[in-house]
Nanobody, 121 residues
């Protein structure tokens, strides 16, 4: 059983910062790419950032220069440092990862439960 658990969301003023965390746990053999997505009501979930197992990163144009994705391989954790937050960044942020299970060697895609980020004065 593999789980992704996000934390770090909350309410912040425009221009402020937040750091999201997503920890993977369970029978994990290998974690490949890890991603952050976000979703607002009545809109499709959108890509925010990703990081490969080798550390290569990719960002949505809307967050480039403001958000930074990183990972701690020893802790099976991915982070999203969000600076210069804007009201339009308000959304539920979801962690996503491609994980090879240690129990049956299956490569599966997992989602976390989401964490709310609200940017408002």
């Amino acid at each position: 059983q593999v789980q992704l658990v996000e934390s770090g969301g909350g309410l912040v003023q425009p221009g402020g910062s937040l750091r999201l965390s997503c920890a993977a746990s369970g029978t994990i053999l290998r974690i490949n790419a890890m991603h952050w997505y976000r979703q607002v009501p009545e809109k499709q979930r959108e890509f925010v950032a990703s990081i490969t197992s080798g550390g290569s990163t990719n960002y949505a144009d809307s967050v480039k220069g403001r958000f930074t994705i990183s990972r701690d391989y020893a802790k099976n954790t991915v982070y999203l440092q969000m600076n210069g937050l804007k009201p339009e960044d308000t959304a539920v942020y979801y962690c996503n990862a491609n994980i090879t299970s240690a129990s049956d060697f299956a490569l599966l895609n997992f989602w976390g439960q989401g964490t709310q980020v609200t940017v408002s004065s």
